[in-house]
T-cell receptor
Framework: GQNIDQPTEMTATEGAIVQINCTYQ??????LFWYQQHAGEAPTFLSY??LDGLEEKGRFSSFLSRSKGYSYLLLKELQMKDSASYLC??????????WGAGTKLIIKP | ETGVTQTPRHLVMGMTNKKSLKCEQH?????MYWYKQSAKKPLELMFV???????ENNSVPSRFSPECPNSSHLFLHLHTLQPEDSALYLC?????????????FGPGTRLTVL
């Protein structure tokens, strides 16, 4: 079967760095997406990785290793507004997104 | 961001009611999706439409009935729902359904079935 695993909840301190991991097993691979979802709001697109390596976009970076079935989202200089759920999703061979359950990130002052 | 809008934002209905959820996208996309999001569970894909044709129906009960009159509008008609259908229903759109295109989401409808 297809499976995406990510931690349920993480806590970090304002100004610090946090890494949210995602491992996957899917039927085929056409890229990995990260979304941010604030409570009661729409998931918003953060990043897309299809090749191995690190993609940096401001305070957020996303890493992919296809051979290990592994990705992480790195958030630097954490701000209170970064408190949200972070969703990992893999696009399978049929171009359907397979979703993880999300990681709730709590930022403390 | 008002690329994808959904109405209503909140809905409470009894098990014998009939209601409809509406989604509209202003992004010029050709594919639209309905997802169900339950607490602490992964998003569940319900339906996919491409150019107004249904291309995916992931074993969704018949009490959920989608309608796509054009590429900008998507409806989800609800009837005789069960309490376990209470969830956040998200609509999304993407340029196409057959490529690695980013999906853009609406804010969702929070549905409570009594």
């Amino acid at each position: 079967g297809q499976n995406i695993d990510q931690p349920t909840e993480m806590t970090a301190t304002e100004g610090a760095i946090v890494q949210i991991n995602c491992t996957y097993q899917t039927s085929g691979f056409n890229g990995l997406f990260w979304y941010q979802q604030h409570a009661g709001e729409a998931p918003t697109f953060l990043s897309y990785n299809v090749l191995d390596g690190l993609e940096e976009k401001g305070r957020f970076s996303s890493f992919l290793s296809r051979s290990k079935g592994y990705s992480y989202l790195l958030l630097k200089e954490l701000q209170m507004k970064d408190s949200a759920s972070y969703l990992c999703a893999v696009m399978d061979s049929n171009y359907q997104l397979i979703w993880g359950a999300g990681t709730k990130l709590i930022i403390k002052p | 961001e008002t690329g994808v809008t959904q109405t209503p934002r909140h809905l409470v209905m009894g098990m014998t009611n009939k209601k409809s959820l509406k989604c509209e996208q202003h992004l010029g996309h050709n594919a639209m999706y309905w997802y169900k999001q339950s607490a602490k569970k992964p998003l569940e894909l319900m339906f996919v439409y491409s150019l107004e044709e249904r291309v995916e129906n992931n074993s969704v009960p018949s009490r959920f009935s989608p309608e796509c009159p054009n590429s900008s509008h998507l409806f989800l008609h609800l009837h005789t729902l069960q309490p376990e259908d209470s969830a956040l229903y998200l609509c999304a759109s993407s340029l196409t359904s057959g490529g690695a295109d980013t999906q853009y989401f609406g804010p969702g409808t929070r549905l409570t079935v009594l």
